[in-house]
């Protein structure tokens, strides 16, 4: 069946890079997706990217996807105590309404 | 409304009474999803909504779970006779059928504490 697996906890430096990683099983996801989720918040869209892409760049932000592995991983450049939160990826495929979350991962950024 | 909204925001109910949690989507998303976040826990689906059908319910945990969706707008979600284990953050999210991107909006949750 679909899964999506994520490790649970990060700790990083402020000022360091955060490297957030994803797989996934389903072969046929098209749109992959990297929420963040700040305390007693909803979750709020970060970034997305298509699967036709190997990368995507978004200011600190960099995706990168390998299809081949069905590997999906978020850095975060010059990692700031603001970003400390817990990060879901997610996967869907173009015509259905399923949305496949991971047990998200949560990042903690040392001052 | 500008986002989704949710409440209560916080509820805490005895064993065995029932509550209700609704959602407000954002005006003119037609999709409509229940999420549950358990302490530790990722996303668990719920249910599904496009306009006022359900057409997926099958992450109902038990029939103690209903949900309804009225004027293609707000939802709601009941848990009949409450147990401990249904203690969670509710997460309701929304889409725009034509959103190219297909992002969710989600609202910020009712957490849910059963004494």
């Known amino acids: 069946g679909e899964d999506v697996e994520q490790s649970l906890f990060l700790s990083v430096r402020e000022g360091d890079s955060s490297v957030i990683n994803c797989t996934y099983t389903d072969s046929s996801s098209t749109y992959l997706y990297w929420y963040k989720q700040e305390p007693g918040a909803g979750l709020q869209l970060l970034t997305y990217?298509?699967?036709?892409?190997d990368m995507k760049q978004d200011q600190r932000l960099t995706v990168l996807l390998n299809k081949k592995d069905k590997h999906l991983s978020l850095r975060i450049a010059d990692t700031q105590t603001g970003d400390s939160a817990i990060y879901f990826c997610a996967e869907t495929t173009q015509g259905t309404y399923k949305y496949i979350f991971g047990t998200g991962t949560r990042l903690k950024v040392l001052a | 409304g500008a986002g989704v909204s949710q409440s209560p925001s916080n509820k805490v109910t005895e064993k065995g009474k029932d509550v209700e949690l609704r959602c407000d989507p954002i005006s003119g998303h037609t999709a409509l999803y229940w999420y549950r976040q358990s302490l530790g826990q990722g996303l668990e689906f719920l249910i599904y909504f496009q306009g006022n059908s359900a057409p997926d319910k099958s992450g109902l945990p038990s029939d103690r779970f209903s949900a309804e969706r009225t004027g293609g707008s707000v939802s709601t979600l009941t848990i009949q006779r409450t147990q401990q284990e249904d203690s969670a953050v509710y997460l309701c999210a929304s889409k725009h059928r034509g959103l190219n991107t297909g992002e969710l909006f989600f609202g910020e949750g009712s957490r849910l504490t059963v004494l």
């Open positions: 990217i298509f699967s036709n892409m």
